[in-house]
């Protein structure tokens, strides 16, 4: 069985505060796909980020960028300087390869990100 | 172009009563998936089809059941609902039929109360 753990259920931070949100896994899968999707109030989950298990190279994109340990089943996203555009509800999701799993995203709880004026 | 749509976006229902929730995937997109979200929760995997075969299902009772059009647009219908089928309804597009190949492409979701 696949399981995300997102451990911190809200953050509240300043604006221009950098910020990260943690993502625990587990999978039996030797391949697998690690997700990022961010959620605003409007209710649309916004596709962020796909990492493959091979790939362990940290990831930038502008202000976001992404830290994957597997020998900590770790998949860590980190936003610099954040804006209170950033306000939303963060998803780290698992796709694993066997088992007939590989066509599905198994989702964390999320963690509600608040950013203040 | 336009990106995945879903109708109506919301609904309140009666314990009992049967729902129909459509989705129209993005344009070029044969893969519809579907999700449910209740409140303060991740979503959880319901169905996927796939050039309009069901390709997966999740862990959700036989009330639950869903089809996919020539058009690849699709329905998920629910029938005989419980106060605990109250929630947010997504339905997601994707290009191939996993997701390791294409993500997937979420909608605004479909909110349905069960009174």
């Known amino acids: 069985a696949q399981k995300v753990t997102q451990a911190q259920t809200e953050i509240s931070v300043v604006e221009k505060e950098d910020v990260t949100l943690d993502c625990v896994y587990e999978t039996r899968d030797t391949t697998y796909y690690l997700f990022w999707y961010k959620q605003p109030p409007s209710g649309e989950l916004v596709f962020l980020i796909r990492r493959n298990s091979f790939d362990e190279q940290n990831e930038i994109s502008g202000r976001y960028s992404w830290n994957f340990q597997k020998s900590t089943s770790s998949f860590n996203f980190t936003i610099t300087a954040s804006q209170v555009v950033d306000s939303a509800v963060y998803f780290c999701?698992?796709?694993?390869?066997?088992?007939?799993?590989?066509?599905?995203?198994?989702f964390g709880k999320g963690t509600l990100l608040t950013v203040n004026p | 172009d336009a990106g995945v749509t879903q109708s109506p976006t919301h609904l309140i229902k009666t314990r009992g009563q049967q729902v129909t929730l459509r989705c129209s995937p993005i344009?070029?997109?044969?893969?519809v998936s579907w999700y449910q979200q209740v409140l303060g929760q991740g979503p959880q995997f319901i169905f996927q089809?796939?050039?309009?075969?069901?390709?997966g299902r999740g862990n959700f009772p036989d009330r639950f059941s869903a089809r996919q059009f020539p058009n690849y647009s699709s329905e998920l219908n629910v029938n005989a609902l419980l106060l605990g089928d109250s929630a947010l309804y997504l339905c997601?597009?994707?290009?191939?039929?996993?997701?390791?190949?294409?993500?997937?492409?979420f909608g605004n979701g479909t909110r349905l109360t069960v009174t």
């Open positions: 089809y796939y050039e309009k075969e069901e390709r």
């Open positions: 344009s070029g997109h044969k893969s």
């Open positions: 997601a597009s994707s290009l191939t039929r996993e997701s390791r190949n294409s993500p997937l492409h």
């Open positions: 999701a698992l796709s694993g390869m066997g088992g007939g799993s590989n066509y599905k995203l198994t």
